[in-house]
């Protein structure tokens, strides 16, 4: 059965960063390497909104407007491992952040969800 598990969310002031990590279990490696994997968030009384995503090996990458130039997607593998790097965070990026995959293309997620790991920017 495949697990998803972020981390790496936590408490950070206005104009901070954070690198977010998801974690694969229940699958090999050669099995992630060939999904196009994504970030999504939510707040409360919001939908989930799709923020990035990668295909594989990372040969595409896609974000949505209100991230660009702020938020970079990435992957290793090896490690069965998608990232989230945070820059220049504000009030409204604060959100439970998940991991889902394997889909293409953005936005429709795929069948499987972590349990998300909470952000929150203080101003």
């Known amino acids: 059965q495949v697990q998803l598990t972020e981390s790496g969310g936590g408490l950070v002031q206005s104009g901070g960063s954070l690198r977010l990590s998801c974690a694969a279990s229940g699958l090999a490696v050669d099995t992630f390497s060939r999904y196009a994997m994504h970030w999504y968030r939510q707040t409360g009384g919001k939908e989930r909104e799709w923020v990035a995503g990668?295909?594989?090996?990372?040969?595409?990458?896609k974000y949505a407007d209100f991230v660009k130039g702020r938020f970079t997607i990435s992957r290793d593998d090896l490690k069965k491992t998608l990232y989230l790097q945070m820059n220049d965070l504000n009030s409204e990026d604060t959100a439970m952040y998940y991991c889902?995959?394997?889909?293409?293309?953005?936005?429709?997620?795929?069948?499987?969800w972590g349990q998300g790991t909470q952000v929150t920017v203080s101003t």
């Open positions: 990668m295909t594989v090996s990372g040969r595409t990458t």
């Open positions: 889902n995959g394997p889909s293409w293309p953005p936005p429709d997620p795929g069948p499987h």
